[in-house]
């Protein structure tokens, strides 16, 4: 799971309102590269919760990311943009589990792949 | 339809001997490939829109995620693929089908897109469903196992029209649904509900088969379409009436249009 898709899910239990983001618990991380596509990134720029990219990041070993939200001239930068391209796209949770920061519910992630499904009584 | 993947377009397609199986999951069947063949027919125009997310929904063994990312490949670079399925052994199939291709798309156990619907609304380009469609007793519906890959209830509509709103929210401003429908799905109300939603439109593959005749239809927001608010919806109109009332506000619109643009001339 890339940290794009982190970046998507929110809990989706019955009655929690804040959801989002997903804690990270890491079991195993791998980095796989990705072609490097400036268009996507600056799309995806305006599109992402910068925080919970950084502590995403930050819980996959990754620290290069500014912790402030940087400002929107920094997607001219070349430098800026690879470091945003390794976070979003090249860092994998293989193993591990995504936490509902409300009611501490866990959703595995096995062979890179979260499991959201709910049991009867959340939905 | 089994040498299918050995002709030319083989290389813009997922190629069968490479779609990997287990027995709970749907193997690529004429729906599949009724809906991979509606990808191509419109490839010229998927280039040209230039997606920035895609999205299956119930992806089962893979073949159209990743005859998705095939078609579009290399000409549209930078295209992120996300797919859902609920049977856990469909996403693993799809990992090793998409891994077969040297293609990725990212993969997410869920009912349809249960846990993306807050952050991905608005944010789909395309979307492609070949749902649960045949009429079965309700209880079947969502069961564990294979049956869950076609048991869609009454009409073979419980999951589509669980789907058809979440779309909706899903789709950007220019967003695409391509989706497989029955001739008992009775494509045409679903096509007058989506236009109450602003959509149109268009069957891009139509085809019979032994048991049963498919439909694929494309949707798409079309900005001319106003969709109907709570008003007009308790007025009590028959569904065609409401659609001529859409068609004429748009000749008027249009009307109105030419009229102010020669003014300004
Ligand atoms: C007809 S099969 C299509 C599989 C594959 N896309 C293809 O065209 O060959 C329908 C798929 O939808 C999945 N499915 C059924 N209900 C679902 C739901 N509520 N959310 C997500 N997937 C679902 C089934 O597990 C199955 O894999």
Redesign the pocket.
């Known amino acids: 799971m890339r940290l794009l898709t982190h970046n998507m899910l929110s809990s989706n239990i019955k009655g929690v309102t804040n959801g989002f983001p997903l804690l990270i618990e890491v079991e195993k991380v791998i980095e796989k590269p990705v072609d490097f596509n400036p268009d996507f990134l600056k799309n995806m720029f305006v599109k992402v919760d910068w925080k919970a990219l950084v502590d995403a990041s930050r819980s996959l070993g990754y620290a290069e990311l500014p912790e402030e939200t940087p400002e929107s001239s920094v997607i001219d930068s070349d430098d800026f943009l690879r470091k945003f391209h390794h976070a979003l796209l090249e860092l994998h949770l293989e193993e591990g589990a995504l936490v509902c920061p409300e009611t501490e519910r866990k959703f595995p992630v096995s062979k890179g792949i979260p499991n959201m499904l709910l049991h009867e009584d959340e939905v | 339809m089994h040498n299918r993947g050995s002709n030319k377009i083989s290389s813009r397609i997922a190629q069968i001997r490479l779609v990997s199986s287990h027995p709970e999951?749907?193997e690529?069947?004429d729906?599949?490939f009724a809906?991979v063949d509606a990808l191509l027919a419109d490839r010229n125009n998927l280039l040209e829109h230039r997606p920035t997310l895609c999205m299956?929904?119930?992806?089962?063994?893979g073949?159209?995620i990743t005859s998705l990312a095939l078609m579009l490949g290399e000409e549209v670079p930078g295209v992120q693929y996300i797919a859902?399925?609920?049977?856990p052994h469909?996403v693993e199939v799809t990992r090793e089908t998409l891994k077969a291709h040297g293609v990725h798309a990212e993969l997410i156990n869920t009912?349809?897109a249960s846990g993306l619907e807050k952050r991905l609304a608005g944010l789909i380009d395309v979307m492609v469903v070949?749902?649960?469609y045949v009429p079965t007793p309700e209880e079947e519906v969502?069961r564990e196992g294979i049956a869950?890959?076609?048991a869609g209830g009454e009409n073979g509509r419980r999951?589509i029209d669980k789907i058809l709103p979440i779309a909706d929210k899903l789709l950007s401003d220019r967003g695409w649904l391509y989706m497989v429908t029955l001739t008992t799905n009775n494509p045409s109300q679903i096509c007058l509900q989506m236009r109450e939603k602003g959509y149109a439109s268009r069957i891009i593959v139509q085809r019979s088969t032994e048991e049963e005749s498919l439909h694929i239809i494309k949707f798409w927001r079309d900005f001319g379409i106003k969709p109907d608010t709570k008003e007009n919806m308790t007025v009590n109109k028959t569904a065609p009436a409401r659609v001529l009332d859409t068609l004429l506000s748009q000749v008027h619109w249009l009307s109105l249009k030419k009229s102010g643009n020669s003014n300004s001339s």
């Open positions: 999951v749907y690529p069947c729906d599949s809906l299956e929904v119930g992806c089962g063994s073949y159209v859902t399925d609920t049977n469909a009912d349809i070949n749902p649960p969502g869950s890959a076609w999951i």
